[in-house]
């Protein structure tokens, strides 16, 4: 019978050899780019960046405004029965359905339904 003869050397050597063959393969198909999404219509992409509710849109105003804000006990829905920002004299209405109201107190969109102690009955 014909003995093989096994070496510690090739075997090492093989292990080394399929090791680096997976690693390239591995490189390979990671630099093809398969992890990349695919390119958004320019319109759906300003729609992303846009929130869908435009009374949540904080983004042009100041970290001193909004502590102002805050200050005043600005809050989006009113506890105060019949005191709102919408019959208050402070309160600047939207021009149309895609804005927010504003207030003169301070920047920021401001709610209807919203309500600060600032509150001041609108005369009429």
Do not use: W
């Amino acid at each position: 019978m014909e003995q093989k003869e096994y070496s510690r050397r090739k075997f090492i050597h093989q292990c080394a050899g399929s090791g680096a063959a997976l690693l390239g393969t591995l490189f390979l198909f990671n630099s093809c780019g398969g992890n990349e999404k695919p390119a958004e219509p320019a319109a759906k992409k300003e729609a992303a960046d846009k929130p869908a509710d435009p009374c949540s849109d904080f983004s042009g105003v100041s970290a001193e405004e909004l502590d102002k804000r805050k200050n005043l006990g600005y809050v989006d829905q009113s506890t105060v029965p019949g005191n709102s920002c919408g019959n208050c004299g402070l309160y600047i209405p939207p021009a149309n359905d895609t804005e927010c109201g504003r207030c003169l107190l301070f920047k920021g969109p401001v709610r209807a339904e919203g309500h600060c102690v600032q509150y001041v009955a609108k005369t009429t």
